[in-house]
């Protein structure tokens, strides 16, 4: 084959001239395959990046916690050895470690946990329901915003405990007491949420779809929601937080008749019978259950959609 000029003449001296790699380059020249090369070289750097990271990370995510709590059981073992307070009204760790293992033992630690987040998980995935459409809804059509978004906000300002009288009176002293409370509680914290992330999506998004002739139902679910879910997961997060509470206070006050025995019950129980240790069981057991929500359920979600937006730097958790 006859020698391109070109090539005779860009060639350097001394270089081979039967690498493929290189000729090729040469043939194709500067701009072709730089795009697929930049994004190798890129996704490598993230890749490169993440790893470095999560190494650095998950020590410090496991050994901090574990660190604050240790540290706050010290505090407070020696705060009950100083003797301010007697220790039938504060008592220590060891105490407390006694007297819920007394209730492990007699098996009601295991019924109030089990009936507890049962309750509040099966309330909560009827506030998701109920509350999706809800927000979608709110956040399209405006003339609904404006007439039912000061309530939904008022509501979710309103304590919870405030509807369990009203419930007692509706219901009785039923499980539909409790649920009716977790449910006015959830509801317009994952409403708020929703509205919130719609609110932040480019219009730019529902001109495409409208050109591309999406119809309402499909620029609600393919497009506004997806778009909308860094919202719709911290109101999720703050639903579930506040249907916990609620479910806790309505427990509580809501005791006898056809209700099982919860972690409110538990704690309503231990005041009633001034057993502190009780009192401060029930307290830490709704306590880990909460943390162990977060930890389990709603961090992992919030990671992998910023990791999916590339929004997951190294400073995030």
Same mark, same amino acid.
Do not use: C
């Given at each position: 084959?006859?020698?391109?000029?070109?090539?005779?003449?860009?060639?350097?001296?001394?270089?081979?001239?039967?690498?493929?790699?290189?000729?090729?380059?040469?043939?194709?020249?500067?701009?072709?395959?730089?795009?697929?090369?930049?994004?190798?070289?890129?996704?490598?750097?993230?890749?490169?990046?993440?790893?470095?990271?999560?190494?650095?990370?998950?020590?410090?995510?496991?050994?901090?916690?574990?660190?604050?709590?240790?540290?706050?059981?010290?505090?407070?073992?020696?705060?009950?050895?100083?003797?301010?307070?007697?220790?039938?009204?504060?008592?220590?760790?060891?105490?407390?470690?006694?007297?819920?293992?007394?209730?492990?033992?007699?098996?009601?630690?295991?019924?109030?946990?089990?009936?507890?987040?049962?309750?509040?998980?099966?309330?909560? *995935? %009827?506030?998701?329901?109920?509350?999706?459409? &809800? $927000?979608? @809804? +709110?956040? /399209?059509? #405006?003339? !609904?915003?404006?007439?039912?978004?000061?309530?939904?906000?008022?509501?979710?300002?309103?304590?919870?405990?405030?509807?369990?009288?009203?419930?007692?009176?509706?219901?009785?002293?039923?499980?539909?007491?409790?649920?009716?409370?977790?449910?006015?509680?959830?509801?317009?914290?994952?409403?708020?949420?929703?509205?919130?992330?719609?609110?932040?999506?480019?219009?730019?998004?529902?001109?495409?779809?409208?050109?591309?002739?999406?119809?309402?139902?499909?620029?609600?679910?393919?497009?506004?929601?997806?778009?909308?879910?860094?919202?719709?997961?911290?109101?999720?997060?703050?639903?579930?937080?506040?249907?916990?509470?609620?479910?806790?206070?309505?427990?509580?006050? *809501? %005791?006898?008749?056809?209700?099982?025995?919860? &972690? $409110?019950? @538990? +704690?309503? /129980?231990? #005041?009633? !019978?001034?057993?502190?240790?009780?009192?401060?069981?029930?307290?830490?057991?709704?306590?880990?259950?909460?943390?162990?929500?977060?930890?389990?359920?709603?961090?992992?979600?919030?990671?992998?959609?910023?990791?999916?937006?590339?929004?997951?730097?190294?400073?995030?958790?």
């Amino acid at each position: 084959m006859p020698s391109n000029p070109t090539l005779e003449k860009d060639r350097v001296p001394g270089q081979a001239t039967d690498a493929p790699e290189a000729s090729a380059a040469v043939v194709r020249g500067p701009g072709a395959g730089s795009g697929a090369d930049l994004a190798a070289i890129e996704a490598g750097l993230d890749h490169l990046q993440s790893e470095t990271t999560k190494r650095s990370r998950d020590w410090t995510r496991v050994l901090l916690p574990l660190a604050a709590v240790a540290a706050l059981l010290i505090a407070w073992q020696l705060y009950v050895s100083l003797g301010f307070k007697r220790r039938d009204l504060v008592p220590g760790p060891l105490d407390v470690a006694a007297s819920f293992g007394a209730l492990w033992a007699e098996g009601r630690a295991q019924e109030a946990v089990l009936t507890s987040l049962g309750r509040g998980l099966l309330g909560f *995935a %009827v506030s998701v329901v109920v509350a999706t459409p &809800l $927000g979608l @809804l +709110l956040g /399209q059509v #405006r003339p !609904l915003r404006r007439a039912f978004g000061p309530l939904i906000s008022g509501l979710q300002v309103l304590p919870s405990v405030a509807w369990v009288p009203a419930a007692i009176i509706w219901f009785g002293l039923t499980d539909a007491t409790v649920y009716f409370v977790v449910l006015m509680g959830a509801i317009p914290s994952i409403v708020n949420g929703l509205v919130a992330g719609i609110d932040q999506i480019p219009p730019q998004y529902r001109s495409v779809a409208k050109v591309l002739g999406a119809s309402r139902g499909e620029l609600a679910l393919r497009v506004i929601l997806p778009a909308a879910l860094p919202g719709y997961v911290a109101g999720l997060k703050q639903g579930w937080a506040f249907s916990w509470r609620s479910l806790m206070a309505a427990e509580i006050i *809501a %005791v006898g008749g056809t209700l099982g025995f919860g &972690l $409110g019950s @538990l +704690l309503d /129980q231990g #005041r009633t !019978l001034s057993d502190m240790g009780v009192v401060m069981s029930a307290i830490l057991v709704i306590l880990a259950v909460g943390i162990a929500i977060e930890l389990a359920v709603f961090s992992p979600l919030e990671r992998r959609l910023l990791a999916s937006r590339g929004l997951l730097s190294g400073g995030t958790r």
